[in-house]
């Protein structure tokens, strides 16, 4: 069977810190340009939240350099609840309808086991959607569901496939922990009928940290019947902070019997701990050095949220409403109204500082909007606006 490396040079960093007063409210990545030697910006996310820790919309945006602005690409709506991640929504960007429509979603359940007196919370399923707009209704396309142990560890997590309106197994992964730590990761493809081992993932950990210092990927070899086929390697390196410092991602060369060097990304934080910059290197084989070729720059701002709008000095009346919206709010540098499709129906930009605003919806179909409010800061608040008539 061909063995298909799982990419493992994907770098999650924890962005979002509950409870502090400055969020993330923006991310951009810039790459280096090979003829003016400039980093140039490619990508852009703008994050929204929405009352506090429940919900994260994450507006992303490709740049036009032909244009010299910001093309809208999709959003993903993040729906918190007790921290944990109950549902995911992505949207893409509609250039002829400009609109944002639905393309998948999925929706995560968690369940609870009593051990040792306590309750272990842990995610029992997650169920996977694409849009039909045909039937303007979600299919389900995957659904994988975890098998706990007694402490709440998740032993199997099986993940079947929706063919022709019925569930079939695709991949199963097997785990094996060392102090609530997942060491290891056995990848299993259902093939004729059965579990067919494809790969291993194994990690070791920091003893200061306690985070994860290397994952390593190895093939299964159909001949010593083991999953000891190397294929790569990322190692992590972190601060006196216990912040990440450095990943490194090899290869595995089957020729020299040895890693070849790949990627590198280096991290940097403000006094705060937070980060605000990651460095992307790739190897040059000729040269045998670092070659920068991306930054990924995290800007941080006042947090504002529905919850809080009123201890900002800003507030929305009448609401629900029918004519006209009145929006107290100080240094607004745009007001936008949003449809639950995604589709601008309001927007006023570059307004001029005033104490309060006047937004018209007479001319709205009823229904439930979401009205976004930034300042000249950068920092949004969102909030539900209910329109009759």
């Given amino acids: ?35 003016t030697s400039n980093w140039d910006s490619i990508a852009r996310v703008k994050y929204h939240y929405y009352n506090v820790e429940d919900s994260i919309i994450e507006e992303n945006s490709n ?36 609109e944002y429509v639905n393309v998948n979603r999925l929706t995560n359940a968690f369940g609870s086991i009593s051990f040792n007196g306590d309750f272990v919370i842990f995610k029992s ?19 994988a569901k975890g098998n706990p142990s007694i402490n709440g560890d998740i032993r199997t997590l099986t993940t079947q496939k929706m063919d022709n309106g019925v569930l ?6 097997r785990y094996t922990y060392s102090n609530k730590q997942v060491t290891r990761d056995e990848v299993y493809y ?8 494809h790969q291993a993932i194994i990690n070791t950990y920091d003893p200061v940290t306690g985070k994860v210092a290397s994952t390593q990927v190895n093939g299964y070899d159909v001949n010593s019947m083991k999953f000891d086929l190397t294929e790569s390697r990322l190692e992590l390196k972190y601060n006196s902070d216990h ?11 089957v020729g020299h019997a040895e890693y070849d060097l790949r990627n590198m990304v280096s991290s940097h934080y403000n006094s705060n701990g937070q980060l605000i910059e990651e460095k992307v290197h790739a190897w ?34 009448p609401n629900p409403a029918n004519d006209i919206v009145y929006i107290k709010a100080d240094n607004m540098n745009q007001i936008k ?43 949004s608040a969102m909030q539900k606006l209910s329109v009759y008539h």
């Fill in 63 to 98: 740049y036009n350099a032909a244009t010299k602005s910001w093309d809208q690409a999709f959003t993903e709506t993040l729906v918190y609840a007790n921290t944990r991640l109950r549902s995911k929504t992505l949207k893409g960007w509609n250039p002829v309808s400009k």
């Fill in 125 to 143: 399923s997650t169920t996977s959607y694409q849009w039909n707009p045909n039937a303007n209704a979600w299919d389900t396309t995957h659904y």
């Fill in 243 to 253: 912040n990440l410092d450095s990943t490194v991602y090899k290869e595995w060369n």
């Fill in 168 to 173: 079939v197994n695709e991949i199963q992964s």
């Fill in 1 to 35: 069977m061909k063995r298909t490396t799982i990419t493992i040079f994907t770098v999650l960093i924890g962005l979002i810190g509950h409870g502090q007063t400055k969020r993330l409210i923006e991310k951009t990545t810039l790459q280096i340009n090979p003829t």
């Fill in 337 to 379: 109204l949003v449809d639950m499709t995604g589709k601008t129906v309001k927007e006023i930009n570059r307004i001029e500082s005033q104490p309060q605003y006047t937004l018209p919806v007479h001319d709205l179909e009823a229904g439930t909007y979401m009205l976004i409010m930034t300042n000249d800061r950068g920092a």
């Fill in 284 to 317: 040059h084989t000729l040269q045998k050095d670092w070659i920068p070729v991306a930054r990924i720059v995290y800007t941080y701002g006042d947090f504002v949220s529905s919850k809080v709008v009123n201890a900002l000095d800003a507030g929305v009346f």
């Fill in 190 to 197: 259902w093939v004729n009928g059965d579990w067919t081992p």
